[in-house]
């Protein structure tokens, strides 16, 4: 068996991110000028196994919450002097990195960061840009997303706020 | 709640890909010119969430369970003609894009892959190439992964063979 017998201890070097961990859920809504603004669910979840980065699970539905939307999955990397890493693939063929800074701000986190490379298979859609902020503030994780794609600039395509469910 | 109140029915395009749904667990080894040969545990999960691609979560640790060592996560997206694509984030601070085939190979399948893009953080080894080859028979689930990283040619790295778990 694969699974810990006892519960390992976040790494020293995500302390900071530890207020993080959990599962998240809440609403967003979505905008960019070649398509209709839409509204989606999204749940959240960050987690550990003991070594200097949270895994990252996201999943989104449509409003009415009967039909399963996008999703993404990956990494947060902890590296030294509060730069971190976002290492993420979608299943629309794109795989996305991400870095920035983690900015300790007031009881809660900002996370800023900005994509410096993406991927794309050969049948995905021509994402070229990403960017990300992440709050933090008590139990409310808010984020919103900038994107240029379908050789529209960089602008905003995503806002979400989320409760901790646990 | 995000989760869907029924268990969703496999995507119709995933049909051919539903014999690698579940949770696999077995044994590997790796070797490199520059490092030392090893050996890990492995865990492998292939889900759906009702779309036209498989969720992919693998795991390993150190051969005697106590230490965890490598880890991926992404989508296997099923595309006309046999056609895949597998969309990986690692933890390492890498990205993978892998392009290939699926081969109905006697009563069971095999799925041969070589990368089309890898992106790497500005903290990552330096990975340029990956191939992967994976083959399900019955109730047994191998693999193997070829690598070019830190100036050596693609070449074989990594072999491993797991049996269903549920």
Redo the contacts between chains.
């Keep these: 068996?694969?699974e810990p017998q006892t519960p390992?201890a976040p790494h020293p070097d995500i302390a900071h991110l530890a207020p993080l961990l959990g599962t998240w859920?809440g609403r967003g809504q979505g905008e960019y000028p070649t398509i209709e603004s839409f509204e989606y669910?999204?749940?959240v979840e960050f987690g550990h196994?003991?070594?200097p980065?949270l895994?990252y699970?996201q999943?989104t539905?449509s409003a009415d919450?009967s039909r399963?939307m996008h999703?993404e999955?990956?990494?947060l990397?902890a590296?030294p002097d509060d730069r971190i890493?976002l290492?993420?693939?979608?299943?629309t063929?794109?795989?996305?990195?991400c870095?920035g800074t983690l900015v300790a701000d007031g009881a809660g986190l900002r996370l800023e960061l900005d994509s410096?490379?993406?991927?794309?298979?050969?049948?995905a859609k021509s994402v070229t840009g990403l960017g990300r902020t992440l709050t933090l503030d008590g139990d409310t994780l808010s984020y919103t997303l900038r994107m240029a794609a379908v050789e529209q600039p960089l602008q905003h395509h995503l806002a979400a706020t989320m409760q901790r469910a646990n």
Tied chains: 1, 2.
């Design positions: 068996m694969l390992v859920r669910l999204e749940e196994v003991g070594r980065f895994t699970r999943r539905r919450g399963p999703a999955t990956g990494y990397r590296l890493e290492i993420l693939a979608h299943p063929g794109i795989t996305e990195i870095e410096t490379s993406i991927g794309r298979s050969s049948t």
